[in-house]
């Protein structure tokens, strides 16, 4: 029987994470891997989950399951982080899940339950495993365009002009901030303009919330959320704790439903199924850090403060490496890269000079120019910048 399988495509990212580690070069850089890296190259685990983790350690009792959609504790604390402590706990399902990437999944399969005919409408480009899942389920999904690659900015006129044709039904995928793969987010104001659009198709907005924290800081990076669940009678948000808490490896994340009230326990009861039909019990360890972090005082502001220490420090690289290629170019057409936020930017380059930078200058980013400035530290930015010139970008 498994003499009939075929190939599958490797993933273009771990394909250059194990180029890199082949690479014999002392000054070779990773730009490629999307994962938060210190000026030393470790992503180290935060100080407050640390703390949080001795704590359980001496406190815990059992190891047997927690409900299947996760604990109310934690879905409470996550709704609250999300969209506020006003949040509306009436019209409130959630579900714990395998990271962010498993909210991600969930959301795409309860709205096909509840829309077999939907169609997914993701931007263009989009983070590379939204498409890869939805393509593996068979989902209809339609691209929007999203990034102005000469401008390196959101190409705002281009992205409501192709939702216009969204449908009563369909969901729309946008991304809460730190837009992955290109850095550029929208504005509030911009926020509001989609809201109206979404309002009026009857169409439900699906956020990828990965990065909160990251960006602008924990409350200005969930306004464009806030504002959507605010204005809209039906949302799906799926949230991660990878990144702003740095628990990677223990898969971490929530599925947030708002809906008509009337629907909740038919909702909350369809997400539990979902978990029960996929994996059962989702991963309880790094929900529990979370719960833990998110409502106590101490550990939170501990966490708050190191989360602010990341974001400013990927700020800092960003002023420095656009500082460095306005020098050596003598313009100021690389002054985005200080614009845009969270860990990726669209430098545009093309594969070529991608290529050229791998094998020239032993910098890793993926093919279509996506760089991690958290994989830089203050030494390494000369030297992307001088290759970014030298390739003829």
Same mark, same amino acid.
């Not at 290629?325 to 093309?350: C, E, K, P, T, W």
């Given at each position: 029987?498994?003499?009939?399988?075929?190939?599958?495509? &490797?993933?273009?990212?771990?394909?250059?994470?194990?180029?890199?580690?082949?690479?014999?070069?002392?000054?070779?850089?990773? @730009?490629?891997?999307?994962?938060?890296?210190?000026?030393?190259?470790?992503?180290?685990?935060?100080?407050?989950?640390?703390?949080? +983790?001795?704590? @359980?350690?001496?406190?815990?009792?059992?190891?047997?399951?927690?409900?299947?959609?996760?604990?109310?504790?934690?879905?409470?604390?996550?709704?609250?982080? *999300?969209?506020?402590?006003?949040?509306?706990?009436?019209?409130?399902?959630?579900?714990?899940?395998?990271?962010?990437?498993?909210?991600?999944?969930?959301?795409?399969?309860?709205?096909?339950?509840?829309?077999?005919?939907?169609?997914?409408?993701?931007?263009?480009?989009? $983070?590379?495993?939204? @498409?890869? =899942?939805?393509?593996?389920?068979?989902?209809?999904?339609?691209?929007?365009?999203?990034?102005? &690659?000469? &401008?390196?900015? *959101?190409?705002?006129?281009?992205?409501?002009?192709?939702?216009?044709?969204?449908?009563?039904?369909?969901?729309?995928?946008?991304?809460?901030?730190?837009?992955?793969?290109?850095?550029?987010?929208?504005?509030?104001?911009? $926020?509001?303009?989609?809201?109206?659009? @979404?309002?009026?198709?009857?169409?439900?907005?699906?956020?990828?919330?990965?990065?909160?924290?990251?960006?602008?800081?924990?409350?200005?990076?969930?306004?464009?959320?806030?504002? =959507?669940?605010?204005?809209?009678?039906? *949302?799906?948000?799926?949230?991660?704790?990878?990144?702003?808490?740095?628990?990677?490896?223990?898969?971490?994340?929530?599925?947030?439903?708002?809906?008509?009230?009337?629907?909740?326990?038919?909702?909350?009861?369809?997400?539990?199924?979902?978990?029960?039909?996929?994996?059962?019990?989702?991963?309880?360890?790094?929900?529990?850090?979370?719960?833990?972090?998110?409502?106590?005082?101490?550990?939170?502001?501990?966490?708050?403060? +190191?989360? +602010?220490?990341?974001?400013?420090?990927?700020?800092?690289?960003?002023?420095?490496?656009?500082?460095?290629?306005?020098?050596?170019?003598?313009?100021?057409?690389?002054?985005?890269?200080?614009?845009?936020?969270?860990?990726?930017?669209?430098?545009?380059?093309?594969?070529?000079?991608?290529?050229?930078?791998?094998?020239?200058?032993?910098?890793?980013? *993926?093919?279509?120019?996506?760089?991690? =400035?958290?994989?830089?530290?203050?030494?390494?930015?000369?030297?992307?910048?001088?290759?970014?010139?030298?390739?003829?970008?």
């Amino acid at each position: 029987m498994f003499n009939s399988l075929k190939p599958q495509p &490797a993933d273009k990212i771990l394909a250059l994470m194990g180029q890199f580690r082949a690479d014999p070069r002392p000054e070779k850089v990773d @730009l490629g891997v999307g994962v938060y890296k210190d000026a030393e190259g470790r992503t180290p685990v935060m100080r407050a989950i640390k703390a949080a +983790e001795k704590q @359980l350690w001496e406190r815990e009792t059992t190891k047997t399951y927690t409900a299947l959609a996760g604990e109310a504790e934690f879905h409470a604390a996550m709704a609250e982080m *999300v969209l506020g402590a006003d949040y509306p706990k009436a019209r409130l399902s959630a579900l714990q899940t395998v990271g962010g990437t498993g909210a991600c999944r969930m959301a795409f399969e309860l709205a096909r339950m509840a829309n077999p005919g939907t169609t997914i409408w993701a931007s263009d480009p989009t $983070w590379p495993n939204h @498409l890869s =899942i939805l393509n593996f389920m068979g989902q209809a999904w339609k691209p929007y365009r999203y990034f102005d &690659a000469a &401008a390196r900015a *959101v190409d705002f006129d281009a992205m409501m002009a192709d939702l216009a044709g969204a449908k009563a039904g369909d969901v729309v995928l946008l991304h809460g901030c730190c837009h992955n793969p290109t850095g550029a987010n929208l504005t509030l104001e911009q $926020w509001g303009v989609v809201a109206d659009l @979404l309002e009026e198709k009857g169409a439900i907005p699906m956020i990828d919330l990965a990065y909160q924290g990251f960006g602008d800081g924990l409350e200005a990076d969930a306004a464009g959320t806030r504002l =959507i669940a605010s204005r809209l009678p039906e *949302v799906m948000i799926a949230a991660s704790c990878s990144k702003n808490f740095g628990i990677y490896r223990e898969r971490t994340g929530s599925l947030m439903v708002l809906g008509d009230e009337a629907a909740k326990e038919v909702t909350q009861g369809t997400l539990a199924y979902l978990n029960r039909q996929t994996y059962s019990f989702a991963p309880d360890h790094g929900a529990r850090l979370v719960t833990m972090v998110l409502t106590d005082p101490a550990l939170r502001a501990d966490w708050e403060a +190191e989360l +602010e220490e990341v974001r400013n420090g990927m700020l800092g690289l960003r002023e420095q490496l656009a500082a460095e290629l306005r020098q050596l170019s003598n313009s100021d057409r690389f002054d985005f890269v200080a614009r845009h936020r969270g860990m990726f930017s669209r430098i545009g380059a093309s594969p070529e000079q991608v290529e050229t930078m791998r094998a020239t200058n032993a910098i890793y980013m *993926v093919g279509d120019s996506r760089l991690n =400035i958290a994989g830089l530290n203050a030494r390494t930015v000369p030297l992307l910048a001088r290759a970014i010139i030298d390739a003829g970008v």
